[in-house]
């Protein structure tokens, strides 16, 4: 299947942290075509700082497949991992990370710096960007938008 086709599975995830006011961030797991791991941002829900979609997603896998090694494994993912989850696929053995929209502020598969493919780690995940991007872009665009009219609003 295409790249988009899960994608746009990442998204539906993404979608439901937007309605429960979390950064709308999904993630998918993938193996021989057929997804084994959903998940989204839940850090305010759970109170928990490492409750990001690829954390949780990365967990779920795990617990599927009764390994830690997610050797043929991807990863469709609607924002650039930060370098906690960017490490997190490198200790997963992940095969390859799809990125839709990419994260100048905090992100390490190659904006702010690229764990992934910079440093001799003993496992190199492969990387792939810009899938989806103005549809992964949007709904963080439109998130963070009405947070700041919320936050507005109650001043």
């Not at 998918?28 to 759970?46: D, F, L, P």
């Not at 200790?91 to 598969?109: E, L, P, S």
């Not at 990387?127 to 872009?137: A, K, L, S, V």
């Amino acid at each position: 299947m295409e790249p988009e086709f899960f994608m746009q599975e990442a998204l539906q995830e993404a979608r439901k942290a937007y309605k429960k006011l979390e950064v709308p961030v999904g993630a998918v797991i993938v193996k021989e075509g057929k997804i084994i791991a959903r998940a989204y941002n839940e850090k305010e829900t759970k109170k928990n700082t490492i409750q990001h979609a690829e954390i949780t997603a990365i967990q779920r896998a795990s617990k599927k497949l009764k390994t830690w090694r997610l050797l043929d494994c991807e990863m469709y993912v609607t924002l650039e991992p930060c370098p906690m989850c960017a490490g997190a696929l490198i200790q997963a053995r992940m095969k390859k990370v799809y990125i839709g929209a990419m994260d100048y502020k905090t992100g390490a598969c190659g904006s702010v710096l690229n764990l992934l493919e910079d440093y001799p780690f003993n496992h190199k995940v492969e990387i792939q960007t810009g899938i989806m991007q103005e549809e992964c872009e949007n709904i963080l665009t439109q998130f963070f938008k009405e947070l700041r009219k919320q936050k507005k609003n109650k001043k």
